[in-house]
């Protein structure tokens, strides 16, 4: 799961980058995987 969301996280990166344009909506997306890695880490060190 954690890698996957790291993934998704690059893609957009990578549009980003490509576009030179960020928008809400890909902000929205970083900050759902983000959440979603950050608790299967604390899951993890439970």
């Given at each position: 799961?954690?890698?996957?969301?790291?993934?998704?996280?690059?893609?957009?990166?990578?549009?980003?980058?490509?576009?030179?344009?960020?928008?809400?909506?890909?902000?929205?997306?970083?900050?759902?995987?983000?959440?979603c890695?950050?608790?299967?880490?604390?899951?993890?060190?439970?």
């Amino acid at each position: 799961m954690i890698e996957n969301g790291a993934n998704n996280i690059n893609q957009i990166a990578v549009h980003v980058n490509s576009t030179d344009n960020i928008y809400t909506v890909d902000f929205a997306e970083i900050t759902k995987k983000l959440n979603c890695i950050w608790r299967s880490l604390r899951f993890l060190q439970s």
